[in-house]
């Protein structure tokens, strides 16, 4: 669904002499709180109600002359398509400044309400290289951040994009690389750092510099000798160029995101990434069906009271293809272990999978299959394997261990993304860098990873702190885009009593916890982590999972603060789905249904904390009653505890 441009209100040409305009250029957001002053240099200096917020330094290594030849600004209003996001459509007003520098490049700078954005361009039809980008953010002294650091100390840009925040002050941060989003509380409001429309181009870094409260950017290079490590067929950078990027003919570089937000509740709902991207490259999204997929690897193929031996087999997964079944749901994953990963071999199930038997099984019963692959053996043998699999009758894939994101890997992603889209197969990226709005671009990848999902509580340590990062990620991580991660444990464990378990996970928090994940995060295509013989025992807990949507039409934070505790409201039609998450400490929340149409009767289930879950995690409790608008809910979530409220609209 291609972008539409509603208004352009004005268009103004300046053409840089003597006086300011020579010097510096003030762009003012819609609302007029947010304004960002370009320099010659280039710095932009960025306030809101006329306050400092941040100042950025900005360059490319292939600029030569940063003088402002001329400045063209416009007010445009933009309605954004926006199947699989949080709301369907979004409707987006700017002030941009387009402003000519030497040697073919420019710069690009947008106001919004929401925040400040800017990007370099070239018009050049030769080749560029850029051998570095610099875009050092300066803020305030005494300014708090929580970052994100690389879990790899020797090769900081080769990992998962995976890790808790830490917050500190600014001045004190680890002389370590950060990967993005990056939030930092600047006087009376936040700026999250992120990127969008990343296309060809290394994912952005950030770092302490030494002295003040300065964040520096910094790229992976780009990659000139690949490798292999011995499992998976997983490849690696092994040796790199003197550069991070090149390129041919005239281009746009990322988006540089500062979203600017006064409540920690307009967090989850910034929606600058998404629509700075490029639109929609596929054309018909019809085909694309979003749903929840039933897992197998969390729960370790943990099957109990079967006549066959659980595993990679073509019997265990007839039965998670019956479990999806019986309850609607539309898609089982066969994850590592279908063909032989070792070997990156691809083309080929192992003998235990009968692979055309499955995909004609679940066919009859009504659930796809989606299939688990490497980044790199995929993009190895794309066009045969998406041939070959779409054809048996496959869905989707996920795909895993791209753990990078320099600019070859970048392109793979859109690649990837490109190819399954003609063989009409969506994507779940998973061991993937933060999101950059690809998935407006090719609506196709429903899902990312990037976070610090529910696969760590299969190796976590007792001090990990889940329910604080659970009410922490969707305020930062979750304004790039879409998280897969993977919620639905039946185990759950108090803060006391939890326990680390290979095979046979525990989550940190009560049921009611994980319940609250499905509808707290942006997620089209969300995993039931658990074994279908753990779920088989609590039906009536199934259902209530499985009648939860996978797509929506508006979405409210009602409450919250970053670290503690958020409140969600998700309208699918005229009902809605409300759900609620704690950290550690235990918390009474009275909600008010005053969002709802005056006057409208409501049928409403309550699924809470039971009275003993903090002792039993697993303890929670259902009722039902009819409600109005304007009414209020006293809820009672316990350490590490959550809620859902379903608002069904009385026909």
Known sequence: MMLRQLLTIVTLLFIAGSGATAKDYTVC?????????????????????DKTVVKVKAG??????????SVRTTKVTETISAPFYRQQSLTMTYRQADLKLGGGFGLQVRAYDEGVAYRFYTTNKKETMIVDETADFLFPDHSKAWLAYST???KPFAMAFQNVYEETLLSEAKNQYAFLPATIQSGDVKVTILESDLRSYPGMFLKKTQGGAVLSAAFAKYPKKMAYYSWRGMSYVDETEHFIAQSTGARTYPWRVMAITEKDREMPVNNLVYALATPNQIGDTSWIKPGKVAWDWWNDWNLKGVDFKAGIN????????????????????LDEGWYDSAKG???NPIANIDLQLLIDYGRQKGVGIVLWTVFNVLDEHLVEACGKYAKMGIKGWKIDFLD??????VEMAERLAKTCAQYQLFVDYHGYFTPTGMNRTYPNILNYEGVFGMEEARWAKKETDMPKYDVTFPFIRMMAGNVDFTPGAMHNGTKTNWVECYENPVSMGTRCHQLACYVIHDSPFTML???????EQEPEYVNIITSIPDTWEETKILQGEMGSYIVTARRKGNDWYVAGQTNWDEREIMLSLDFLPAGTAYHTTIV?????ANHNAEDYQVETTSLVSGEQIRLKLASGGGFLVKIMHNE
């Open 29 to 49: 957001s819609p609302n007029g709180k947010n304004k960002v002053t370009v320099s010659n240099g280039i710095t932009l200096s960025i306030t809101h109600n």
């Open 608 to 612: 809470t904390d039971g009275i003993n």
């Open 404 to 409: 990078r994101n320099d600019q070859t890997a």
């Open 314 to 333: 073509t019997r265990t997964y007839q039965y998670y293809i019956d479990f999806a079944a019986k309850n609607r749901i539309p898609y089982v994953v």
């Open 345 to 347: 071999d691809i083309m």
């Open 529 to 535: 982590c658990d074994a279908p013989t753990n779920y």
């Open 60 to 69: 490319l290594s292939a600029l030569s002359d940063v003088q402002f030849s």
């Open 152 to 154: 790899n100390d020797q």
